[in-house]
């Protein structure tokens, strides 16, 4: 198993600029979600998603677009790039109640995102 | 809502010594789930140990315990034999009924020292 991957690993984008980060988990775990990481921060939920077409917001979505078509596949989309939207982005997975990986929330190696 | 504290900016340990890591959680639902993560300067989030809010005995994984408190509502991190790769930080974090989010606190940031 691959787990959770992301890509890019690294990204510099100029304000205003669009582009979609990609996430995917081969576990066949329904629920799935991205955080974003700011300097000596923990980790917020910008959206999540308990299964494939079934998106919800976290605590910091303006910005963000996300879709969940398959149930491998979770990418966020940002609309219009801003500043503040430098971060470390991470998404993770984790199987539903009464899946063997239930009690483990799994993260991909994360994307580093800068915008000037 | 849920919420984490983790009160311990950064704290020091001795190598080969127990180092207890605080966490206290808000939640108003019935069940929820606690997880500790380690965060080493290499960026990757590694999961440590989980406790359900309904298991009977502590959660332990190896040199990795948790000392669950469900009146308290705390939930802390025992680490014993601290090594030198120990030192990292340390995410305390929540699920509740909406099992596909978690709820993160601040972190603490351990050393260890030889």
């Known amino acids: 198993n691959a787990g959770v991957t992301q890509t890019p690993k690294f990204q510099v984008l100029k304000t205003g600029q669009s582009m979609t980060l990609q996430c995917a988990q081969d576990?066949?775990?329904?629920?799935m979600s991205w955080y974003r990481q700011d300097p000596g921060m923990g980790l917020r939920l910008i959206h999540y998603?308990?299964?494939?077409?079934?998106?919800d917001q976290g605590e910091v979505p303006n910005g963000y677009n996300v879709s969940r078509s398959t149930t491998e596949d979770f990418p966020l989309r940002l609309l219009s790039a801003a500043p503040s939207q430098t971060s470390v982005y991470f998404c993770?997975?984790?199987?539903?109640?009464?899946?063997?990986?239930?009690?483990?929330?799994?993260f991909g190696p994360g994307t580093r995102l800068t915008v000037l | 809502a849920q919420k984490i504290t983790q009160t311990q900016p950064g704290m020091f340990v001795q190598e080969k010594e127990a180092v207890t890591l605080d966490c206290t959680y808000d939640t108003s639902d019935p069940s929820y789930g606690l997880f500790w993560y380690k965060q080493p300067s290499s960026g990757e989030m590694i999961f440590l140990i989980y406790?359900?809010?309904?298991?009977?005995q502590n959660a332990t994984e190896g040199r990795y315990s948790l000392n669950f408190q469900k009146a308290r509502k705390s939930a802390n991190l025992v680490i014993s034999a601290s090594q030198l790769g120990d030192s990292a930080m340390y995410f305390c974090?929540?699920?509740?009924?909406?099992?596909?989010?978690?709820?993160f606190g601040q972190g603490t940031i351990l050393t260890v020292h030889p």
């Open positions: 576990m066949n775990h329904e629920y």
């Open positions: 406790q359900g809010s309904y298991d009977q």
């Open positions: 998603s308990v299964g494939a077409g079934i998106t």
């Open positions: 993770a997975s984790r199987g539903a109640s009464g899946d063997p990986s239930y009690n483990e929330q799994f």
């Open positions: 974090a929540i699920s509740g009924t909406s099992y596909g989010k978690l709820t």
